[in-house]
């Protein structure tokens, strides 16, 4: 029977998860495939229905992760510390499974691009307190001494304080050069930098020689806040490889084995046009 999967967002026609599990199923010579749905806010209970048994799961992404999360009967740890999910399966006795792994795949990108990276060895700065924030504290409070959430509206970065607690803390814009003091990692959370978006005027003399600089956006890859890091010459690690960290997980999930050993990023870097 073949296995179909797919992700569902809106905007969706620019996700990379497609050509990223179509050259993974091709690879492994798997019966599956995974398409793209353009899903409108508010609407995924309604796309889901009825499309339990016809799919084994989905990748959600914008702006869908809560919606995803409230509509499963069951989360993992991950997906509730997060408040989000990126993931659902949907289980053979018709309940769906929601699950969160873009903390895997954050980790996985450090590890990847940033080698004996070590979140235990001080305060991490994470900037934005919207999902993927949330997502990123979420991960890093279990690792880190001290999480700063630094956000333009410093509501939010409490809120989002109050609701992981531990080691997280709050913090506004304006204060971010003090919050970069001593850090030995920041992440770009927000969607500054992304093409169109504006980029974020970030104090980055505050930083730590030794501190590593990750931006989730990857469109462009080479982020001005990436530029502007490596000019400095800091380590940098870019949402790309994110992205593929959790894809990884949800290709398990969905096809009941791991990726097989293929050049996925050159493949995403040639669609981005790099
Ligand atoms: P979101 O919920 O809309 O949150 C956006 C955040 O960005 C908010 O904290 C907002 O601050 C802040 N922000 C936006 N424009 C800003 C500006 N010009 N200056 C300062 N702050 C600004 O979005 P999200 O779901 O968290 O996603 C954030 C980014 O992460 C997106 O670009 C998304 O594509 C990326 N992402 C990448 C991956 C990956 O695998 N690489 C995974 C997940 C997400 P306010 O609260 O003040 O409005």
Known sequence: MTLRAGVVGQPIRHSLSP???????????????????????????????GRVGGLV????????????????????????????????????NGTILAD????????????AQSPGFDAASGPVVVLGAGGAARGAAATLSALAPSVRVVNRTLAKAEALRDQIGGPVEAWPLAEAARAFEGAVAVVN?????????????????ALPADC???????????????????????????????????????FEAFYGQPPPDLDVRALALKALGG
């Open 57 to 92: 799961g989905l990748n959600v992404t914008l702006p869908l992760k809560e919606e995803a999360l409230a509509l499963a009967h069951e989360a993992s740890a991950r997906a509730i510390a997060a408040g989000a999910a990126n993931l659902l399966i949907f289980q053979q």
């Open 19 to 49: 050509l990223i599990h179509a050259a993974w199923l091709r690879a492994a010579g798997i019966d599956g495939t995974y398409e793209a749905f353009e899903v409108p806010a508010g609407t995924l209970a309604r796309f889901v229905e």
């Open 100 to 111: 969160n792994t873009d903390g895997l795949g954050l980790m996985a990108a450090f590890a």
């Open 189 to 205: 959370a927000t969607s500054a930098g992304l093409s169109g978006e504006g980029s974020l005027d970030l104090p980055l003399e």
């Open 212 to 250: 590593v600089v990750m931006d989730m956006v990857y469109k462009p890859l080479e982020t001005e806040l990436l530029r502007l890091a490596r000019a400095r010459k800091l380590r940098t690690v870019d949402g790309l490889e994110m992205l593929i960290g959790q894809a990884r997980p949800s």
